[in-house]
């Protein structure tokens, strides 16, 4: 069931505050879920831009700082400041570069960042560390690397601060991206954000039973059950699942508040609808109905209509004989409008039908070779026509001009019509007549029916749309 349009253009003034209250607080929580569904894949942009929001966000997320990338992190800064108090000559710095060492060579091999799904990072750790120490050799070992990295001879002969600026500036945004997600009992990944959610789905769960039972009262056809299905894009907000689809009861209750109008975007999506659906359509619709004649005269459908119209009196809805007034109408702009405008061609063609029907003649021959005589023939040829011409017309404008006339004309018509209907219902005739229909049907099926499913389905629905402005005025 979809909804009325009653229900559906801008709520009348008195309510429109509600429906603007509501779809803001629609478009909110969306908003909210979209954050939420893309919070994982965009942590790093949020982690390193605004930190705020992964100490806010990550809670609801279950995600914590990973317990051994933590801990890397964690050494670098002790080895920094056991630098800063005795130098490279610091017993206590020759303990921390093992430590390192070490955690460099677990980290490896065990892949912290697997949990994360940030393997690519831990490859990109190993292919910097192993651009840094050995150039372009990029078959050396990651191992071998980290391990000359963190070694006491490396530091002192390329400089403390500068190899510590390179790890600092190329592998610790990697390492502190990186993170630990809780799991529940459910064998998922830890999600609180239903705890943000709820508070919106108890707010659009009691307006949509408010709403649909005021529309139940308003609307005494509608049971509660009808009004509910009427308002079926409003349960897409109460679904702790699928919550992408809450895109749908936003978009139709930004345009119910006057926001925004999705007019062009139904008529765009309905349009690519039906021009995908038409040409088929189309094609099915005329080879059914062309089927259908052909089954109808195949029966003898078409003979037992003549026989019956010829023995079934015309029934006359308006007192006026339709055929008769046009055939009368279709004379009369004959004779009136068409007749003079051609009249010059007619007069050359009996001109010309004249002459070679004269010339064909020994004697007008010899008539035209007589002196003193010349031009004479050719003159009462032109003479001729345009009398036979002139008086053909004045004939029947004398005939349309009198009332006799004019119902000789229509006694013409009318008995022609009765005896050529008369002809066709002959037994011979029909059968021939009834073959010739069902070869014709045939053949515009075959030759026509595809083309006619083909043409241009965008200027139909453009004529669709400018008839439906129209209708607006």
Do not use: C
Not at 61 to 73: A, S
């Amino acid at each position: 069931m979809t909804p009325s349009p009653a229900l559906n253009k801008v709520p009348r003034r008195k309510n429109l505050w509600f429906e603007r209250v509501m779809a803001i607080v629609a478009t909110a929580n969306l908003g909210l879920v979209a954050f939420d569904l893309t919070y994982v894949q965009w942590r790093d942009f949020w982690f390193r831009h605004v930190p705020v929001v992964t100490q806010w966000y990550d809670p609801i997320k279950g995600i914590e700082p990973h317990r051994d990338t933590t801990q890397y992190l964690q050494a670098v800064d002790a080895l920094k400041q056991e630098l800063q108090q005795g130098g490279l000559q610091n017993p206590q710095v020759a303990q921390r570069l093992q430590e390192l060492r070490d955690r460099s060579t677990e980290m490896i091999e065990t892949n912290p960042f697997a949990v994360a799904n940030k393997s690519g990072a831990l490859e990109k750790i190993k292919n910097r560390m192993r651009d840094q120490i050995f150039g372009q050799r990029r078959n050396e070992s990651a191992r071998q690397a980290f391990n000359q990295f963190w070694s006491e001879t490396y530091l002192q002969q390329k400089g403390v601060d500068r190899e510590l600026q390179f790890f600092d500036r190329e592998i610790r945004p990697l390492i502190a991206v990186n993170y630990y997600r809780t799991i529940g009992e459910n064998g998922e990944f830890t999600d609180y954000f239903w705890q943000l959610d709820l508070p919106f789905v108890i707010l659009f769960g009691l307006e949509f039973l408010a709403r649909t039972f005021y529309i139940s009262r308003k609307y005494k056809s509608l049971s509660w059950l009808d009004a509910m299905l009427w308002r079926w894009y409003d349960v897409f907000l109460l679904l702790p699942f699928w919550r992408w689809l809450r895109t749908i009861p936003v978009a139709m209750r930004l345009e119910q508040a006057g926001f925004v109008s999705w007019e062009r975007v139904r008529a765009q999506t309905s349009q690519g609808l039906i021009s995908n659906i038409s040409e088929e359509l189309a094609e099915a619709v005329v080879v059914q109905v062309i089927d259908r004649v052909q089954r109808s005269i195949d029966r003898g459908e078409f003979s037992r209509w003549m026989a019956h119209t010829k023995s079934r009196p015309y029934l006359d809805l308006n007192q006026r004989d339709e055929i008769q007034e046009l055939t009368s109408h279709a004379i009369k702009i004959t004779v009136y409008k068409v007749l003079p405008r051609i009249k010059p061609d007619l007069e050359a063609l009996l001109r010309h039908n004249v002459e070679a029907i004269l010339n064909q003649s020994p004697a007008y021959q010899g008539l035209k070779a007589m002196p003193l005589i010349g031009d004479l023939p050719r003159q009462i040829n032109e003479r001729l026509v345009t009398d036979v011409t002139e008086g053909a017309y004045s004939a029947i404008l004398t005939v349309l001009e009198d009332k006799a006339g004019v119902e000789l004309i229509n006694k013409l018509v009318k008995n022609f019509g009765q005896a050529l209907m008369s002809e066709i219902g002959d037994q011979r005739s029909l059968q021939e007549v009834q073959s010739l229909i069902s070869d014709l049907l045939e053949e515009v099926k075959v030759n026509y029916v595809r083309r006619l499913s083909s043409e241009d389905v965008e200027g139909v629905l453009e004529e669709a749309r400018q008839i439906r402005r129209l209708d607006k005025r």
